[in-house]
């Protein structure tokens, strides 16, 4: 079984979710719909966001003009709309299953009893967590920037330092320190993905590409 469903998974990420596999099962279609779905959302996001720079974010030069904010909060606006869609797209996931499973030829006792399994797994995933986490993060950037914008008189660089108005720096500082903490939760979660991927793929006998 388990090599079975490796295979299902193998196709659905080489981009050929419908490739045969041997001792077929009423939920192969499911599956095969979930895994290409999940590998073309990825591949959509990552088109989307490949040309988002975000190298130069907390840099003291990213604060040096008002064109230079601006560019910034655009590029993130980007980044934060790919962010929501792969996020709605993960939450709506599971109804996109279940629809599937009830045009198969499955029981509905064992419809039902998939459904218990599938939430079992995706429910924890580390996935939806890091999807909404990226979502929260780009928020946050543009946040800050759109504050740094609007106080753009009392921010400036000197000696490629940062230098705040007083008045100003503790509500910058704030906003500053949320949105590193976001960053640092998503590093976090990326990792915790990024492992429970490797260990789906050792559990199915999986190569890495």
């Not at 996935?127 to 008189?153: E, N, P, T």
Request: glycine letters at 4%; a neutral charge.
């Amino acid at each position: 079984m388990k090599r079975h469903m490796g295979e299902i998974i193998q196709n659905a990420e080489s981009g050929h979710p419908n490739a045969a596999v041997a001792d077929s099962t009423p939920f192969d279609d499911v599956m095969r719909g979930y895994y290409a779905d999940v590998a073309g959302e990825a591949k959509t996001y990552e088109a989307t966001t490949a040309a988002v720079d975000v190298a130069d974010i907390y840099t003291a030069k990213s604060f040096s003009s008002k064109e230079t904010v601006q560019q910034v909060i655009t590029r993130v606006q980007t980044l934060a709309a790919a962010n929501r869609d792969f996020y709605n797209f993960w939450m709506s996931e599971p109804q996109a299953v279940e629809k599937r499973l009830s045009q198969s030829s499955a029981s509905y006792s064992d419809q039902k009893d998939f459904m218990v399994g599938f939430h079992k797994t995706y429910d924890i995933s580390p996935m939806g967590k890091l999807l909404k986490a990226r979502c929260d993060w780009s928020a946050s950037v543009i946040s800050l920037y759109s504050f740094a914008l609007l106080h753009s008189s009392e921010i400036h660089v000197s000696r490629q330092q940062l230098v705040i108005d007083p008045k100003t720096f503790d509500e910058f500082k704030q906003k500053e320190d949320a949105s590193f903490a976001l960053q640092k939760t998503v590093l976090a979660l990326r990792a915790q993905v990024d492992k429970s991927i490797q260990n789906t793929k050792n559990a199915f006998g999986l190569k890495n590409r």
